[in-house]
């Protein structure tokens, strides 16, 4: 019997839905702190514009000033960045956060996935162990996955099972990498990185941080847990992203200048893609200019964090998270899809967060604070939350 076309990946589909974990994407229009979704206007709780700055005008508007007779920018590079694709603003971008940071170089990529899945496999070969913490992004694995390399999973932040691993895998490989998130992006929480850092004084390994979720909104400059914690010098990759708290596009790694030229000759997501257009490049450079001047925002929103998780705390809910990132966990698909709905119906936009992207049995409301909501956003949302 001849089969329908396509008839593998329906019955696929077929599956995800009985499972209540089919996706769809969404039509919609970002206001503010707002979105408009079916005609609805709705607080965006999703949104990882943590600080509130993708949309002010007042903001938007100093920078079209600051362009001067330079109003015309190019849309488009047209290139990669090694033919005729490298822009100056480029060579800005990377001196500017490399003197922020204090370190010798800084190389910037299209987006954070672009990031981890051209970096682990530039720098990581067959006689590589990759060691990782269990709840590292998508892209990590991917990065990991594609690099050939000897990997292993580590229990979420449980740096003694780190160890165990160390010891007994290490000697089996010339070089280890130890790959950890600094704040995990769907449970919200943060690694200790000087627990890892005296690991990797005592074992000798590379160490590799995913500041995406941290960057605009740790550290007293905005630089990220790293900063925070007091450990820019010890960590050989720190990866930042702009496409959030910095609301602009594309990723950058700190390093040192060795790395940095090292992976213009190796990293396929460098070298293959197209770079990114020389006005993004002007606002992310504008954004970093200002951004240890956003201490009021950060403070603001760490804030309303902590008044946001001690209150579901107190009321019972199963919370997780110490950052701007609150999941609340609800467990089965369907409840939890018809919780994000009344949330939807009562002008608050909280997708359902469910496997695979989070461990089965946990979905979640993943609620992500931004520095423009106030108190009365989340006094409403606690006592929906509790209805």
């Not at 206001?31 to 709780?45: R, S, V």
């Not at 594609?146 to 070089?175: C, F, P």
């Not at 940095?260 to 460098?270: E, G, P």
Request: net charge neutral; glycine share 6%.
């Amino acid at each position: 019997m001849t089969k329908i076309k396509y008839q593998h990946f329906s019955e696929q589909l077929e599956v995800l839905k009985e499972k209540n974990n089919f996706r769809t994407l969404k039509k919609i229009k970002a206001d503010g702190k707002y979105i408009f979704h079916e005609e609805k206007k709705l607080l965006n709780c999703s949104s990882n514009d943590y600080l509130g700055i993708a949309d002010d005008k007042n903001l938007l508007m100093e920078f079209y000033q600051s362009l001067g007779n330079e109003m015309y920018f190019p849309y488009s590079s047209n290139s990669s960045r090694l033919l005729s694709g490298n822009n100056e603003e480029y060579d800005k971008i990377e001196t500017l956060l490399a003197s922020q940071y204090a370190r010798e170089a800084c190389l910037l990529f299209n987006s954070g996935y672009h990031a981890n899945t051209g970096i682990i496999p530039a720098i990581c070969d067959r006689n590589t162990l990759i060691i990782a913490d269990r709840f590292v992004h998508a892209s990590i694995l991917d990065g990991i996955k594609i690099s050939n390399a000897r990997y292993l999973r580590y229990n979420h932040l449980d740096y003694e099972h780190l160890e165990k691993l160390i010891t007994e895998h290490g000697d089996h490989y010339r070089q280890i990498l130890v790959i950890s998130e600094s704040v995990f992006s769907m449970d919200g929480d943060n690694a200790d990185l000087r627990e890892l850092i005296l690991l990797k004084k005592k074992y000798s390994f590379y160490l590799y941080i995913d500041e995406a979720h941290a960057v605009g909104v740790s550290g007293n400059k905005g630089l990220g847990l790293c900063e925070e914690q007091n450990s820019i010098n010890d960590i050989d990759f720190i990866v930042g992203t702009f496409g959030k708290a910095y609301s602009s596009v594309g990723a950058y790694l700190i390093c040192d200048k060795l790395i940095k030229d090292f992976l213009i000759n190796k990293s396929r997501t460098l070298i293959y893609t197209t770079a990114l257009p020389p006005l993004n490049l002007k606002w992310t450079h504008f954004i970093a200019k200002k951004m240890e001047s956003f201490s009021d925002k950060r403070n603001s929103l760490m804030r309303l964090s902590i008044y946001f998780k001690n209150e579901l705390k107190n009321t019972g809910f199963d919370v997780r998270g110490n950052s701007q990132i609150i999941p609340v966990i609800i467990g089965a698909n369907k409840k939890c899809i018809e919780i994000s709905e009344f949330f939807e119906n009562n002008g608050y936009y909280v997708p359902a967060v469910k496997p695979p992207t989070v461990p089965e049995g946990t979905a979640r409301l993943r609620f992500s604070l931004q520095a423009s909501f106030d108190k009365h956003d989340i006094d409403d949302i606690i006592i929906l939350l509790k209805s």
